[in-house]
C-alpha cells in the first residue's frame, strides 16, 4: 500500500489540508477530495483543457498534474471566479455573448481566458485565439468565446473591474 | 536521492510527458523525484559564453525570455510552436530533450545550435553534445545517479527560423525544420539546419551545413542546402502526409529560411 502524503494547499482563498495517495491527481484531488466539480474532467491525455484551473496565477491542466504538487501552492477553480449574484466579467461576457453551448468546455475556457486578461487586458482577436488553442470546443466553432472575451476586456476596461471580479480571491 | 533510488525513480520536472506516458502505462516508476521543490533551477540567462537554461525553465519563459529573442531566434520562432500555452505553463526544454521523443522539437533546435546537457550527480558534473545524449527513441545516456540540470548552446545566432506544420495545436510536427545562421557578410560563419517529424529521430543536416558555411549563401547555394536536406530526412507515408509531402516541404522550408536569411526571394 502506498504510503498517503499530507496536502496543504489554499483553494479558492480557502486553506485546505487532506491525506492522498501519492499518485492521486490533482483534478481527482479537485473534484473528489474537495467536491469541486465545476473542474471537468475532458480528454485525460492533456489535450481539451477541460481540466484547466490556475496554479499559482497560471493556467495548468490539472488531469496532468499530481495532488502533492498543490502542496504549498494556491489553487484557483472555476468556482472561485464569482458568485451568481457577482459574476466576474469573463463570466458574465460568456453569458451575455453565449459563450457556450454545452458547456462542458466552459469551465476551462473561463479559466484560461481569465488568466490571460490578466496578462493582457486589451488583446486582438488574434491573440484570443492563440490563448484559447490549448482549451477545445467541441460545439461553438469559438466564434463566440471569442466574442466573450472580448465582452470581458471592454467590461474590464469600462469598470476598472480584474479579470477575477470585483472581490479578487488571489 | 537519484543514487539511492536508482533505475526505480524517473525524475519529475514540468511532467508534461513523463505524466501522460504513466497513464499509457508505458512508464511506472517505482519512485519519482519532484524537482519542483529545488530553488533557482528555473534561470534562462547568458553566462561564460553560453546561454545556459534550468532545468526547470517553463516553456512559457522561453517564450518571454528577451535574451533567447535576441541571442537566438531559432529558439524563440521554435517555443510558441511547443505544444500548447497552457501546457508550456508547466513543461520544460531540458525536459523535452530528456524524454527525448523522436518527435520532439526541441531536440531539433538544440542539434542546430550545437547545445549541450549538463548532467549532474553526487560524483560531479559533465557535460553532454545532444548529439550523444539521446541515443534513440525515448532514451538518454544520463546514467540512473545523474539528473540533467541545464541546456546551454555556445555563442549566438543572427539568424534562425522554426518552420512546423502541424495538424493542430499541440499535435506533433507533420514536418519541422530548424535552420539557424550565423552571418556577417557574404560568409556564414556558423550554421545548423535540422528536421523534427521525419525519420526515427530529430536529424540533423550535416551536408546541408556545410554546403552553407563552406560555400557562402546565394541563390545556388540554398538550392542545393534545401535538396541536401530533403535527401538527409527520411519520411514515412502516414496520417499525417505521405513520404513525398513531407520530402518536399524539408525543401520548401529550408530554401525559404536560408532565403531569408540572404534576404534572397523564395521561389
Known amino acids: 500500500m502506498p504510503e498517503f502524503r499530507t496536502v496543504q494547499c489554499v483553494v479558492n482563498d480557502e486553506p485546505r489540508e487532506a491525506e492522498v495517495e501519492p499518485r492521486l491527481l490533482l483534478l481527482h484531488f479537485i473534484r473528489e477530495v474537495l467536491g469541486l466539480t465545476g473542474t471537468h474532467l475532458g480528454c485525460d491525455t492533456t489535450s481539451c483543457g477541460a481540466c484547466t484551473v490556475l496554479y499559482d496565477g497560471l493556467p495548468v491542466k490539472s488531469c496532468t498534474l499530481f495532488a502533492v504538487q498543490a502542496d504549498g501552492h494556491e489553487i484557483l477553480t472555476v468556482e472561485g471566479l464569482g458568485s451568481p449574484s457577482e459574476l466576474s466579467p469573463v463570466q458574465e461576457g460568456f453569458h451575455e455573448e453565449h459563450g457556450l453551448q454545452c458547456g462542458f468546455c466552459t469551465p476551462g475556457m473561463m479559466i484560461t481566458a481569465t488568466a490571460f486578461l490578466e496578462e493582457n487586458p486589451n488583446p486582438t482577436e488574434e491573440e484570443i485565439r492563440w490563448a484559447l488553442s490549448g482549451n477545445n470546443c467541441r460545439c461553438t466553432g469559438y466564434q463566440n468565446i471569442v466574442k466573450a472575451v472580448q465582452w470581458a476586456a471592454r467590461k474590464m476596461a469600462a469598470s476598472g473591474v480584474s479579470a477575477r471580479g470585483a472581490n479578487p480571491i488571489m | ?267
Open chain 2, 1 to 267: 536521492m537519484m543514487a539511492y533510488y536508482g533505475e526505480e525513480a524517473k525524475v519529475l520536472s514540468g511532467g508534461m510527458s513523463l505524466i501522460p506516458l504513466m497513464k499509457l502505462r508505458f512508464a511506472s516508476p517505482g519512485t519519482i523525484v519532484d524537482l519542483n521543490q529545488i530553488q533557482g533551477l528555473d534561470y534562462i540567462e547568458e553566462a561564460g559564453g553560453y546561454l545556459r537554461i534550468g532545468a526547470l525553465a517553463r516553456n512559457r519563459a522561453i517564450v518571454r525570455s528577451g535574451v533567447v529573442r535576441s541571442r537566438h531566434p531559432l529558439m524563440a520562432s521554435a517555443a510558441p510552436t511547443i505544444s500548447d500555452p497552457v501546457v508550456r505553463n508547466r513543461g520544460t526544454l531540458v525536459g523535452n530533450c530528456c524524454h527525448a521523443d523522436p518527435q520532439g522539437d526541441w531536440a531539433t533546435v538544440m542539434l542546430c545550435l550545437d547545445g549541450e546537457i549538463v548532467a549532474r550527480s553526487v560524483d560531479g558534473e559533465r557535460v553532454i553534445p545532444i548529439s550523444q545524449f539521446v541515443t534513440g527513441p525515448f532514451s538518454n545516456t544520463l546514467q540512473s545517479n545523474e539528473i540533467a540540470v541545464e541546456a546551454r548552446i555556445p555563442g549566438g545566432t543572427s539568424f534562425g527560423e522554426y518552420h512546423k506544420i502541424e495538424r493542430k495545436v499541440g499535435d506533433f510536427a507533420t514536418v519541422a525544420v530548424g535552420v539557424a545562421l550565423q552571418a556577417s557578410g557574404g560568409s556564414v560563419s556558423r550554421c545548423g539546419i535540422g528536421l523534427t517529424g521525419v525519420g526515427p529521430s530529430n536529424i540533423k543536416c550535416y551536408e546541408a551545413e556545410r554546403i552553407v558555411t563552406g560555400s557562402g549563401l546565394n541563390e545556388h547555394t540554398v538550392e542545393q542546402a534545401a535538396r541536401a536536406a530533403a535527401a538527409d530526412a527520411q519520411p514515412r507515408s502516414d496520417h499525417r502526409g505521405s513520404e513525398e509531402y513531407k520530402r518536399e516541404m524539408v525543401t520548401v522550408f529550408v530554401r525559404r529560411s536560408l532565403s531569408a536569411a540572404a534576404g534572397i526571394r523564395a521561389a
